[in-house]
């Protein structure tokens, strides 16, 4: 083997390990917002979670890792959709947020019924 092919066959074994890390971490991401839903009392449409972020950042132990941003739609009474979001470093679950059906803290609600 030459050098090209050495370094063509290690590309290759890259591009599959970030293949196979990237559908482990979207399972989690799927376990979790799964869970969260269940935790919450609502919906988790479509059993899926969708991509949105792809960035390096350091872990609480000072360690390079992935750090993925997946969002979710849930629902309240299923005729209604919200957005939720997963954040994963490697593949620790670190942020999880299904409170989009929630007015805000400082919002005043008044029934005009």
């Not at 074994?13 to 969260?36: H, I, N, Q, T």
């Amino acid at each position: 083997m030459n050098l090209a092919e050495i370094a063509a066959l290690l590309a290759l074994g890259g591009v599959a390990w970030f293949w196979l890390d990237s559908l482990k971490a979207r399972e989690a991401g799927v376990l979790a917002a799964r869970r969260a839903c269940a935790r919450e009392g609502v919906q988790f449409l479509d059993e899926t979670v969708v991509g949105r972020g792809l960035r390096l950042a350091r872990d609480e132990r000072g360690h390079m890792v992935l750090r993925r941003a997946y969002e979710f739609e849930y629902s309240l009474t299923g005729n209604d959709r919200h957005h939720g979001s997963v954040v994963l470093e490697g593949r620790e679950v670190t942020l999880v947020d299904v409170s989009a059906h929630r007015p805000p803290a400082s919002a005043v609600v008044v029934d005009l019924r």
